[in-house]
């Protein structure tokens, strides 16, 4: 399960903003983003991976593939 929750860090302790519904002694794993702070949206990075390094004529044939629309619609039946 995951939830995103707002919280409050406060003295060295996050405080949930709402009631977390958890028994005592869940474990939990928890990932901190700090409002106002970019964070790449998954996948983003991975798709920045896979095209790092490759020559400009090559990208260029791959933005032409993505922008030729007539290769991913259907004509009208």
Not at 50 to 57: A, S
């Amino acid at each position: 399960m995951q939830r995103i929750i707002e919280a409050l860090y406060e003295n060295g302790i996050l405080i949930p903003l709402e009631p977390l519904d958890f028994p005592d002694h869940q474990c939990v794993t928890i990932s901190v983003q700090v409002p106002g702070e970019t964070a790449e949206p998954d996948g983003l990075g991975a798709w920045r991976r896979v095209y790092e390094g490759l020559p400009d004529n090559e990208l260029g044939a791959i933005e032409g593939i993505i922008l030729d629309r007539k290769g991913f619609m259907r004509p009208a039946a």
